[in-house]
């Protein structure tokens, strides 16, 4: 069973992998499908499910409410975490003509209103901004943010992309602080650990959330050079984990970070929710996760 954390002082408790919903629609799912995917996910421990306003062609939100509205007291075991932010050209606006951003008070609080009814909830447990908007200020941000944790419609608020000073300066603005920064993280992409990102992490006692943990796949294209250092490491070290897999290890070697990453998987296959799972029993001996660092670069430690 998957542990819980607290990813903030006085902020939510996740489980320790969370179930992302990206690609959630790309096999189109029914809301039955939805549902067991969610049951097998709460079976497991996987007790957290993130979204975006703008997954699924903005559909996403919606069809996970269906999902959610087939087992009456299914929402109430779960938290959910959804994003807004992000607006491209699609059908659904055809007014817009340009990709863009906005994070101003007045649309935050109109995107978690549409995702309150979509999502079928009184409440969201976490509401991230999913991208810095350049030109909306911190102060209007905030003061979207602080308004609807004080309204209780969202429980905490966090940020995804956002670089260690433009958290800071958020979050200087913030009634309550913010609870995490999710941010691309995996083996092949390891700027969080360089960038101050995690060191901040640490700092304000917080636990990021790391999308795209096993780089969209490229962890395992044996036509790299990288994907066929890991796939001899993990080889080489598999039998002192169960013979776990890359997919495994790889999950494994993010949560063994101190800032303590939560995962977001992605997958849509039941069976491979399943073997994600596992890697939260995994604990990796110092010399193998570095084993896999250097698999990864190509190159030995500075």
């Known amino acids: ?180 920064n999710q941010v691309e993280f995996n083996l092949l992409h390891m700027d969080p650990i360089y960038d101050g990102t995690f060191d901040q992490a640490q700092t304000e006692r917080t636990r990021p959330m790391a999308w795209s943990p096993l780089a969209g796949g490229s962890l395992f294209d044996a036509s790299s050079a990288a994907g066929q250092r890991l796939a001899a490491e993990a080889r080489l070290i598999a039998p002192k984990y169960g013979d776990a897999t890359l997919e495994q290890l790889a999950y494994a070697w993010i949560m063994a970070h101190p800032s303590q990453p939560l995962p977001v998987i992605g997958t849509n296959r039941l069976e491979r929710i399943k073997s994600a799972a596992k890697a939260a029993e995994i604990v990796l001996e110092r010399e193998d996760w570095f084993g896999l660092w250097v698999a990864a670069k190509g190159h030995g430690i500075p």
């Open 1 to 180: 069973m998957i542990p819980r954390i607290q990813i903030a002082p006085n902020g939510p408790t996740l489980s320790r992998m969370v179930y992302g919903t990206w690609r959630m629609l790309d096999d189109a799912p029914s809301a039955q499908d939805i549902n067991r995917r969610l049951n097998l996910c709460l079976d497991l421990g996987i007790t957290t499910i993130d979204g975006a306003e703008i997954y699924g062609g903005y559909a996403q939100e919606t069809a996970l409410g269906a999902g959610l509205a087939l087992s009456p007291g299914l929402r109430d075991r779960l938290e959910l975490v959804t994003k807004s932010g992000i607006y491209i050209p699609h059908p659904s606006a055809p007014g817009r003509r340009v990709a863009h951003y906005d994070v101003t008070a007045k649309r935050l609080t109109e995107c978690a209103d549409a995702a309150l009814k979509r999502l079928g909830t009184d409440r969201i447990d976490l509401f991230l901004v999913h991208r810095p908007d350049w030109l909306t200020s911190i102060d209007d941000t905030a003061e979207g943010l602080n308004a609807l944790l004080a309204s209780g419609k969202i429980a905490a608020a966090g940020v995804s992309n956002y670089s260690p000073a433009q958290y800071a300066a958020l979050n200087s603005r913030m009634a309550q602080p913010l609870a995490t």
